[in-house]
């Protein structure tokens, strides 16, 4: 896919700010620090559209970011850092629920995991959740580049088993690093734009 026009629409934390109009949306799902942001970057080849970070728990807006004036990437602020004071944690909860159970132009979820790590307790209760609101979801297991070639299929299965995917789920592995991945997560995210 190629990406000829990318902009940043808007940040939102509740129904009223979202975009309005019907282009399909993408959004991502994942683990504070697991790569969400870096993940968009790379599909769309612009470096620093979505501000990424070394310090976990950063985004707290749902950000939107339009493409080829043909859809758009949701970007959300990731699950799972310990740090996040109880308050701020069912802030998120609410927001993203209303965001995944309400918004119509939601198409299909992008739950990214570190290919390094068995999948935690979150993920896979993530996967669960998105399942059980019928959306599709396309696994991506990032860091590829940090695991030794001998050890990718044994790494895939492990997430693969982990999450206990269905045969029609997508996995794929990729790297923001070196854009390993990118074609296939391109191939299977089409046919929800
Ligand atoms: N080596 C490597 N580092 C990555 C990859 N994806 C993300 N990172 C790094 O992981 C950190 C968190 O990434 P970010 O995209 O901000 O994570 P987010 O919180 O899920 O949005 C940053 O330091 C990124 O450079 C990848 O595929 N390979
Ligand atoms: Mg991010």
Request: net charge positive.
């Amino acid at each position: 896919m190629k990406i000829t026009q990318a902009e940043i629409m808007t940040s939102a934390v509740n129904e009223k700010q979202y975009p309005k109009g019907t282009l399909p949306e993408i959004a991502l799902a994942g683990r504070s620090n697991v790569g969400k942001s870096s993940f968009i970057n790379r599909m769309i080849q612009r470096r620093h559209l979505v501000r990424t970070s070394s310090k976990p728990g950063k985004t707290q807006t749902l950000n939107f970011y339009k493409l080829n004036d043909a859809f758009i990437f949701v970007d959300v602020p990731g699950y799972g850092y310990a740090q996040t004071p109880k308050k701020e944690r069912e802030k998120w909860g609410m927001m993203m629920e209303t965001y995944f159970e309400t918004r119509e132009n939601l198409t299909v979820v992008v739950l990214i995991t570190d290919m390094r790590h068995q999948p935690t307790q979150d993920d896979i209760q993530m996967y669960h959740y998105l399942k059980h609101y019928d959306l599709p979801v396309v696994v991506i297991a990032t860091k590829l580049d940090k695991i030794k070639k001998s050890q990718h299929a044994s790494y895939l299965k492990r997430t693969d088993k982990t999450l206990n995917l269905q045969p029609d789920d997508d996995l794929i592995p990729f790297s923001a690093e070196t854009g390993e991945g990118k074609d296939r997560a391109w191939r299977a995210l089409k046919q929800y734009i």
